[in-house]
């Protein structure tokens, strides 16, 4: 069974603290995607990759950084995080060139 | 900016009872819409509409594509209460977009 694993499903942190959430897949899927999902606004994306150690800025990115050192895996960086960065935070990823997104369980992350 | 709005934001019905979510969007170089439910973890995948006027159809649900009025519509027939979910929409370009979702609520 395909898999995208999020290695934390909840997570709290302060603010200020450097933040990681990551992000495996085991489909060897060259796209992988990072989004917040708050109430009322849907999911919203942050950043994307296309393959290893590229990157794109989505619609939200102030505030994170990501890095894809490795094929299977995506973090998600929260330099200093904020009380306005607590969100649910899912992570896809897709096969280069087709429609199908593979989410995985989310991380809920508290910033107090 | 490319855009995906769904209506209604919520919505309350009663088991065997017909609804209809809805789903606009103002894209460039529109390739795909995707439909998505979601309890209460990862949004599973529902359809994939490329084409307009052709139903797709999956048990009690299905959903069709009008790329002339740049919308869609979900259609779920008999809902039950295992049909409570976030009900989400999202452009299917490289980088997907969603809409804000429908939460439907199903009632005994």
């Known amino acids: 069974d395909v898999k995208v694993t999020q290695s934390s499903r909840y997570l709290v942190k302060r603010t200020g603290e450097k933040v990681f959430l990551e992000c495996v897949q085991d489909m060897d899927h060259e796209n992988m995607f990072w989004y917040r999902q708050d109430p009322g606004l849907g999911l919203r994306l942050i950043y994307f990759s296309y393959d290893v150690k590229m990157k794109e800025k989505g619609d939200i990115p102030e505030g994170y950084s990501v890095s894809r050192e490795k094929k299977e895996r995506f973090s998600l960086i929260l330099e200093s995080a904020s009380t306005n960065q607590t969100s649910m935070y899912l992570c896809?990823?897709?096969?280069?060139?087709?429609?199908?997104?593979?989410f995985g369980s989310g991380t809920r992350l508290t910033v107090v | 900016e490319d855009k995906v709005v769904q209506s209604p934001l919520s919505l309350v019905v009663h088991e065997g009872d017909t609804v209809t979510l809805n789903c606009s969007y103002e894209?460039?170089?529109?390739?795909?819409l995707l439909w998505y439910k979601q309890e209460k973890k990862a949004p599973t995948f529902l359809f994939m509409l490329?084409?307009?006027?052709i139903e797709k159809k999956s048990g009690r649900l299905s959903s069709i594509l009008d790329k002339k009025e740049l919308f869609s519509i979900l259609n779920i027939t008999a809902t039950q209460t295992g049909d409570s979910a976030v009900y989400l929409c999202a452009r299917g370009e490289n980088d997907m977009r969603f809409g804000a979702g429908t939460r439907l609520t199903v009632k005994p």
């Open positions: 490329t084409s307009s006027g």
């Open positions: 896809a990823s897709r096969r280069q060139g087709s429609y199908g997104y593979t």
């Open positions: 894209v460039t170089n529109f390739r795909s």
